[in-house]
């Protein structure tokens, strides 16, 4: 009896029913068309700028691929100053001074577009040819296929990231640009979303998409300070540590006796910016259901999220991880059905 009680616990502590019932209200109507209306309005402000801006230096010598959408993305990557930064960082200088001015450049998003779709695309490539890869093969081929899987793809994943930084260190007023606009977007689609779903789940109401617009409206603030404001404490944290990094370099004695005097100080921020950047990663998902759900304030939804992190990390890492597998199956399904769907219209016209 105690077992079947113990057991009925967990079951309930995991809550699997209520993640099941999160994908259901995940996919109702008015949820899909907030995001996708995001998505087209950050792709919108990032093709606007470029039409502004054609910063990105490239080759003469690069075949020009076919349109915005078109062509080969690995192309429209080939011979820039991206290409060159990926190969090492330190070529992207002599790169740009070399080929500057010879032929017209392009966009950062566009070019960040291409490379994040290339690298997607290939990722998805590697994980179903080894998904359905249907010889048996030895345990050790076995182990270190599956070892070669995971490395490329997160190869790809890096790559991102490091295009990203390439962006900031080269386009550093578009990339703060652009990132405002997006934190602005999703700040709104966000809590638009989280309201959607909070009022359905409480309630089983399901308001329409103005309605949610009207809520984010008068909680804006709210919503735009609740991630921002641990990010400007990290950036406070990070500045002070970067301060005395100079110090030391550029005032040989003063700075080094400023150093030994206050390691402890700067060891106690070095803590609490690891703690804050551990807790607003993992927390951050959990800002706007505060707000939408409760109507708070954005510091009491910090404190919220923050708080269910550190009183249970460990069903809050078992949540993301169930969160990440969920999301990628479901984008291998919904990308071999748009394939399916793609592949039989080509055929059939």
Request: net charge neutral; hydrophobic share 50%; charged share 10%.
């Amino acid at each position: 009896m105690m077992q079947e009680s113990g057991l009925l616990q967990m079951w309930e502590e995991m809550a699997l029913p209520r993640l099941a019932m999160a994908f259901k209200l995940a996919v109702g109507p008015a949820k899909v068309l907030i995001a996708f209306l995001a998505v087209v309005l950050i792709c919108a402000g990032g093709f606007a700028m470029d039409c502004c801006s054609h910063s990105v230096v490239v080759s003469p010598k690069r075949q020009v691929p076919k349109g915005l959408f078109g062509g080969d993305s690995a192309a429209y990557i080939q011979k820039t100053e991206l290409a060159a930064y990926l190969q090492h960082p330190s070529r992207a200088g002599g790169f740009i001074r070399e080929n500057m001015g010879k032929c017209s450049g392009q966009g950062v998003f566009s070019t960040l577009w291409h490379f994040w779709t290339d690298r997607i695309t290939d990722s998805t490539l590697i994980f179903y040819k080894a998904l359905f890869k249907f010889e048996s093969p030895s345990p050790y081929t076995q182990q270190a296929g599956t070892a070669g899987v995971a490395y490329r793809i997160w190869q790809n994943i890096t790559l991102c990231f490091r295009s990203v930084a390439w962006a900031f260190q080269y386009h550093t007023v578009y990339s703060i640009l652009f990132c405002t606009y997006v934190f602005v977007i999703l700040c709104v689609a966000g809590g638009a979303i989280c309201r959607c779903a909070a009022l359905e789940c409480a309630n089983n109401e399901k308001p329409g998409v103005f309605e949610s617009l009207e809520f984010v409206g008068d909680k804006l603030f709210s919503l735009i300070s609740a991630p921002l404001i641990p990010a400007m404490l990290m950036g406070g944290f990070a500045l002070i540590l970067i301060l005395f990094g100079l110090a030391v370099n550029f005032l040989p004695w003063i700075g080094e006796l400023a150093l030994g005097l206050l390691l402890p100080f700067l060891l106690v921020a070095g803590v609490l910016l690891a703690l804050l950047l551990a807790a607003s990663l993992s927390g951050t998902g959990l800002m706007f259901p505060a707000i939408a759900y409760e109507g708070t304030t954005g510091l009491d939804a910090i404190g919220r999220s923050i708080s269910y992190v550190l009183n249970k990390p460990v069903w809050m890492l078992f949540y993301l991880a169930v969160q990440t597998l969920l999301g990628t199956f479901f984008y291998l399904v919904m990308r071999g059905i748009l394939f399916v769907v793609l592949w039989v219209t080509y055929h059939s016209i």
